[in-house]
């Protein structure tokens, strides 16, 4: 149970991070910076992080469906930036209705 708990944690943790970084990284990224860069960047940091966690939880003793779960946590971190898109065209859409922009 508490292995379910350190789980719940670390997903937490990692969401936030994770997003705190993509919104700072899209605010303030150099304008000269081309778009594929900046995706591959924001993209890429939770797929190499998801690919280098699970082996090496597995490796320093861990089950395989444990190594399997932190891994694929880290490869959610995918989908932040999805989700805050979506939610900032959301907040767009839901001012046009209400007459605020």
Do not use: D
Not at 23 to 37: G, Q, V
Not at 60 to 88: D, E, H, R, T
């Amino acid at each position: 149970m508490a292995e379910i708990g350190k789980m719940a944690l670390v997903l937490v943790g990692w969401w936030i991070l994770y997003g705190v970084f993509t919104i700072l990284f899209c605010a303030f990224r150099p304008a000269r910076m081309p778009e594929k860069i900046a995706y591959a960047i924001v993209f890429g940091i939770p797929i190499v992080l998801g690919i280098i966690v699970g082996p090496s939880l597995y490796y320093k003793g861990y089950g395989v469906i444990l190594s399997l779960v932190y891994g694929g946590i880290f490869l959610s971190g995918v989908g932040i930036p999805y989700v805050l898109g979506f939610l900032a065209s959301w907040g767009e859409y839901q001012g046009r209705i209400h007459g605020m922009s």
